[in-house]
């Protein structure tokens, strides 16, 4: 009996040791924490371009002058000389705010200033004749003065009850009827000069200064079918610090309506680069850090980063002048699991011709 258990008892024993030296075997074959991870992207193949002379850029066509008409002085609105939609010369009376109580008041102070010129003539009068002294000379003459400072105060008041066009333009639609009791700053209606607008678009910063004043562009409503050129006649300062681009206006004549302000419109800009090529590749593709902008590319079946410089950009694509090179595979999905050194595999590759800025 006691050979038979310690058989069975060293059976086990080998059995024990056999498990844990397989352990270490098995973590390295299964999908556990050392198995390495792998990520299905898109990729988009790196194409060298011939750069662009001028470029089809998203523009704002605004009107050339634009204000919202409103109340300087509270009151009943007893008049309105003009209807929705108008167009108005400056200066023309818009709307009238009853003035009454200011043009009694008015008449008051004229008859008070009418009294001091009267008093301030005698007593010069009498000073010539030495029959009144420098002082009360003096106190008639600051007497006149004040009186003609109410009058003026009392004018510019009424003044503020008559609404006046500030320039030539065309009326929106009225918010007001008369009868209505107005307060300072009700809006009455807006005023717009369209017969010329503002083309405002912007350049990144690589082009910042290639547009010069004067020069001279084409501005297109593609969805109207009207076309026409611009002068360039405004250039910002400074550039914006959220994206580094400058904002730039031109000038175009409306004489004729072609164009609606508050329309979207396509500019071609003339731009002359030095580059001796360009790539263009999806915007999903470029992601941006304190460093700048970077891409993410496969290299022996792994994610590697490139920073990279930019030009022109587009609401599908990106220009890329340095960072990249002919043949690099970009990622452009997966972006938020991709990260440097990591495992990838391209399932599917985007065809390069609906990425270019065009011409």
Known sequence: MNKKWIIILSVFLLAACSSKEATPKQKGKGPGKGAMRTINVEGYLAVPRSPSTSYKLAA??????????????????????????????????????????????LKQAESTLLLAK??????????????????????????????????????????????????????????VSPGEWMIAGASIATLSNTKKLKVSFILPQRY????????????????????????????????????????????????????????????????EGTEKFVIHIPAEAVTLDDTGPYVFVTKSGKAEQRYIKTGLRTPISVSVYEGLAEGDTVI??????????????IKELRTPMNYEVRK
């Open 118 to 175: 009267q008093k301030e003539k005698r007593t010069k009068t009498l000073f010539e004749k030495e029959g009144a002294t420098q002082a009360d000379l003096e106190i008639v003459v600051a007497g006149t003065v004040s009186a003609e400072a109410s009058v003026a105060l009392i004018r510019a008041q009424i003044a503020k009850t008559e609404i006046r066009a500030p320039f030539s333009g065309t009326l929106g639609i009225l918010n």
């Open 208 to 271: 910042a200064s290639n547009l010069p004043k004067g020069a001279r562009i084409k501005v297109d409503d593609t969805e109207r079918g009207v076309s026409i050129e611009g002068i360039v006649r405004t250039l910002a300062p400074i550039l914006s610090q959220s994206n580094r681009s400058r904002v730039i206006q031109a000038e175009i004549d409306n004489r004729e309506g072609l164009f609606l302000a508050g329309a979207f419109a396509e500019v071609n800009v003339p731009i």
């Open 60 to 105: 704002n066509l605004l009107p050339w002058e634009q204000v919202e008409i409103k109340a300087e002085t509270s009151g009943k609105l007893i008049q309105l000389k003009v209807k929705d939609g108008v167009s108005v010369n400056k200066g023309t009376l818009i709307a009238k705010i009853n003035d009454a109580e200011l043009q009694a008041q």
């Open 332 to 345: 452009v999905s997966g972006m938020m699991s991709v990260r440097e050194g990591i495992t990838v595999k």
